[in-house]
C-alpha cells in the first residue's frame, strides 16, 4: 500500500531526482528553459530558442518526438509547457531513460529538417494537433 511502501516519500526522493535530470537535459538544450516540480509532477518550458518566451508549436513537436521514442509527456497546445507525470514506482534507471529519450527528442526537433506530415493525424483523435500546424503552416 501507499503507506507500507512509504510512496509519498518516495514520490519526493524520485521527483528531486526526476527534476535534476530534467534540469541536466535544459542546460544542453536551447530551446528547453526551467524546470519545476512538486514531487512527481514536473513541468519543463519549451522555449524560442535563445528566449524565455514559451513556444507552445515546438512543444507539441517535441511531445510528439518524446511519444515515438515511447515516453509520454503532456501538453497543451496553448501552454508550452510539457508535464512528465511517472508513476509513483519510477526507478532511477527509468528516471535516466526519460531524460535520455527528452533530450534525443530536442536534439532531433531542433537539428533536422523536419518532415511535417510526420506529425498529421492518422485518425480523427488527432485534430488538434493538425489543426495547430495548419494554423502555423497557413
Known amino acids: 500500500t501507499i503507506r507500507d511502501e512509504d510512496l509519498v516519500t518516495r ?17 544542453r538544450s536551447e530551446v528547453l528553459g526551467k524546470v519545476r ?27 510528439a518526438e518524446c511519444l515515438h521514442r515511447g515516453l509520454v509527456v503532456g501538453c497543451s497546445a496553448l501552454s508550452g509547457v510539457l508535464r512528465i507525470l511517472p508513476p509513483l ?14 533530450e534525443e527528442a530536442v536534439t532531433y526537433v531542433t537539428t533536422e529538417t523536419l518532415d511535417l506530415s510526420r506529425y498529421m493525424p492518422r485518425r480523427a483523435g488527432s485534430f ?5 500546424f495548419l494554423g502555423k503552416l497557413g
Open 11 to 27: 514520490a519526493a526522493e524520485r521527483g528531486e531526482c526526476l527534476v535534476a535530470a530534467m534540469r541536466d537535459v535544459a542546460s
Open 37 to 63: 516540480g512538486q514531487g512527481l509532477m514536473v513541468g519543463v518550458d519549451v522555449v524560442s530558442r535563445g528566449t524565455e518566451k514559451l513556444d507552445p508549436m515546438t512543444s507539441l513537436i517535441v511531445e
Open 89 to 102: 514506482i519510477l526507478t532511477d534507471e527509468e528516471v535516466a531513460e526519460a531524460a535520455s529519450k527528452l
Open 128 to 132: 488538434r494537433l493538425a489543426a495547430t
